[in-house]
């Protein structure tokens, strides 16, 4: 029946568990691997989706103040100050421009939004880059929302 005296002994052999322990320590170093590479891309889509809720909600409170409010983007900071003392800020590997329409470009400084209680904002296009992706976000400068471009 197996083992001495006709007992058979139950569990596993060591090379089994070897085996076993091996074949989780590859899976979890490829797991690693993928999701090391996964979580930059998700970093910038979290931060622009931030700074576009940011921007859409400084928009509404204008209007519904009355008052002006206004958004400062400062490039080298790589940091946007958002009304109430609030701010966003991007690594390092960020880098920001603002783009006018008639052809001049911002890449260093400050550069200020304001958001009129009429709706209305000015027609730069602020551009967020991480080297290999790039949003651009565009307000209309009639309703003051954000366009897809």
Do not use: N
């Amino acid at each position: 029946m197996g083992g001495k005296g006709g007992v058979r002994k139950r569990g596993f052999t060591l090379l089994e568990v070897l085996v076993v322990l091996a074949s989780v320590i590859v899976i979890l170093g490829v797991a690693t691997v993928l999701l090391s590479r996964a979580l930059p891309s998700r970093q910038f889509e979290v931060r622009v989706e931030r700074l576009r809720t940011s921007l859409d909600q400084a928009k509404w409170r204008a209007l519904r103040t009355g008052r002006e409010e206004e958004v400062v983007v400062d490039m080298e900071k790589r940091e946007v100050l958002l009304p109430g003392g609030r701010r966003v800020v991007f690594p390092r590997q960020f880098s920001m421009r603002v783009i006018h329409p008639k052809g001049g470009e911002l890449t260093s400084g400050k550069w200020s939004l304001l958001f009129s209680p009429l709706g209305g904002v000015p027609p730069e296009v602020l551009v967020i880059t991480d080297g290999k992706r790039e949003a651009r976000l565009w307000m209309d400068p009639i309703t003051g929302a954000e366009v897809e471009k």
